[in-house]
Structure formats: C-alpha cells, structure tokens
Nanobody, 128 residues
C-alpha cells in the first residue's frame, strides 16, 4: 500500500505554533516534490507551500510567507511544515501531496494538478 499520512494538527491559540508532518509509506519520498495545500469549509483549496525533491527550492503562498517553513528529512521519509504566528484565517484541513520530481521541482505551484499521492488531511484550528 502506497500512502501519505499527515499528522500534527490540532487546536492552537492565535500567535501559537504547530508542526505538521507528511510521512510516506510504501514508497521513497526522496523522488518527489511535496506540496502542502489547505481547504477551509466553503472555500476553495489553496496552495500553502512546496518543497523540491532535494530541498533545494521552496515556495510559499503569499498569505503564509514569513510565518510558515517547509523542510524535509528524506532519511525519515517525512516532510514538515512548521507554522508560526498562526492566525484564525489559517484554520483549515491541511493536505500534503507528492508529485514525481523530474527536475522542475515546485515550478507548477500552486497548481494541484499532477500529484501522484494525497494524504487524508489533518485539521488545524486557530481559536482563542
């Protein structure tokens, strides 16, 4: 079974931090660029961040620049999303997706097209 699984979501106060994880099972994450996306109820899915296969390049949505940091540990088959200075508008279900990286990295971000695997999502709620 080839799967991605997100974890680390939860309830946090405004200004707080969370670290999300995206772990691969059954395949080697090092061959893939990883994108983080989020979707709030009644809103369209938006791109949050992306990291290339080797971690050489990263991209961020405008709304999270300076607050979120994406990183990867290919030895652990895991990608992380460190979220700081969280705001209520960050409340959403966060998904990670894996797309085979042939050298273009995250050039297509924030497009959702072309992802080979998706996780089930993890809920992030920012509220006092």
């Amino acid at each position: 079974q080839l799967t991605l699984a997100e974890s680390g979501g939860g309830l946090v106060q405004p200004g707080g931090s969370l670290r999300l994880s995206c772990a691969a099972s059954g395949f080697t994450l090092g061959y893939y660029a990883i994108g983080w996306f989020r979707q709030a109820p009644g809103k369209e899915r938006e791109g949050v961040s992306c990291i290339a296969r080797t971690g050489t390049s990263t991209r961020y949505g405008d709304s999270v620049k300076g607050r979120f940091t994406i990183s990867r540990d290919n030895a652990q088959n895991t990608v992380y999303l460190q979220m700081d200075s969280l705001k209520p508008e960050d409340t959403a279900v966060y998904y990670c997706g894996a797309t085979l990286d042939y050298g273009l990295g995250c050039i297509r971000f924030p497009s959702q097209n072309g992802y080979n695997y998706w996780g089930q999502g993890t809920q992030v709620t920012v509220s006092s």
